[in-house]
């Protein structure tokens, strides 16, 4: 039997994200327009201006979802309830881990605290966060992991609708590293996108190979 190229597999996997796929064009299509309007420091500004104290306890703790505790805790429970998919998403996470460490290095783009390090009296610190200060801005990490997670839990869920929810809770992710100044608007776009590319582009290669079992 003939096996399906590459295209007809791209094919079926777009057709399993779709539900994610087109609601996260609409959000990137919308940041490019809100970006073309305002600079770089405008964006950063006017969302540093929208700190609130239930924003200050939620953000923190949203972010952690991003994180690789949060990666490994994901994979592992999934590993006892799908082993296949566990094995995709931890796959997904290494590899695009691996995309995203060697972009951070390559572009080394300073982080909010050093590329305003002559403005830190205009900026707003959410208390008890330790804001980092180096040059591995872009991209996002946290970013590339949510939005990874809500690749591969998109494309295996039954009921497409949890993409919406995946989607959500990934947005923000992404929102809470530039509501707590780790990252630009920029930085978390190009991880989101990162992720969702390479990861539809990782499940189609492997999907067929990963035993079910």
Known sequence: MLQPSFAQRLLQVYQQLKMLIWPFIGLVTIVFIFRSIYSREEVYFYVNRLHTSWGDWLFPHITELGSTAACVVLTVWLFFINRQQSIVLAAAYLFNSMVNFALKFMIAFPRPRRYFIERL????????????DNFRSFPSGH?????????????????????????????????????????????????????????TLLITLIKDKVPAK
């Open 121 to 132: 009296y205009d900026i707003y610190f959410v208390p008890g966060v330790t804001v980092l």
């Open 143 to 199: 970013s590339v992991c949510a939005f990874t997670a809500a690749t591969v839990l998109s494309y295996y869920v039954k009921n497409k609708y949890w993409s919406w929810v995946f989607l959500l809770l990934a947005a923000l992710v992404a929102y809470s590293r530039m509501y707590m100044s780790q990252h630009f608007l920029e930085d978390v776009t190009a991880g989101a996108t990162e992720a969702v590319l390479l990861t």
